[in-house]
């Protein structure tokens, strides 16, 4: 996991973690090691990319959520104190390796009082073997280019948001 943990000392230098955000990790397991997204899940892998995250969290005080594979329509697990806070709705369904994927049931597993919740709109997202974690953050959307281009074998995409900018020819901006 030397990957992760270039990036993420890459984003936390850049100021990318904030105490009381919200950042959605999407992780293919799969494509981490090399395989078809949804073919070969790693719960040992899974168990290491937790660890990272949950390091982050620690010295940054972000708060994470972790998408599930679409067998549960991309729901995301997290602890219920971080739903709570949102305002969230809680929805019934355990994250397991074959319909969830690795990494949800991993952060089930890890977290003190776990809930699924079916959507968010997340400040930030780290998106580790393209699964399109783009529904769950807020607009707008901004890419945040690194050095790190991979974890393991999958492809990494990290996004912020900005907020949108309304009105017309005479509106300003910051």
Do not use: W
Not at 81 to 99: C, N
């Amino acid at each position: 996991m030397d990957d992760l943990k270039r990036l993420v000392a890459e984003l936390e230098e850049n100021q990318f973690f904030k105490a009381g955000a919200l950042c959605v990790i999407g992780c293919s397991t799969s494509e981490v090691i090399g395989e078809k997204i949804g073919t070969h899940s790693s719960d040992e892998v899974a168990a290491q990319l937790m660890q990272v995250f949950h390091d982050v969290h620690v010295r940054t005080g972000t708060d994470f959520c972790f998408q599930g594979c679409e067998h549960i329509n991309r729901a995301l697990t997290m602890e219920r104190s971080v739903m709570e806070r949102y305002g969230l709705e809680e929805v019934s369904v355990v994250p397991v390796s074959g319909a969830g994927g690795s990494m949800s049931q991993a952060a089930y597993k890890h977290f003190k009082a776990p809930v699924v919740v079916e959507h968010v709109q997340a400040d930030c997202g780290i998106d580790i073997g393209q699964t399109l974690i783009g529904m769950h953050i807020k607009h707008v959307q901004i890419p945040v280019r690194t050095s790190v281009k991979q974890i393991g074998k999958a492809v990494v995409t990290i996004a912020t948001h900005r907020p949108k900018l309304i009105g017309g020819a005479r509106a300003q901006y910051k």
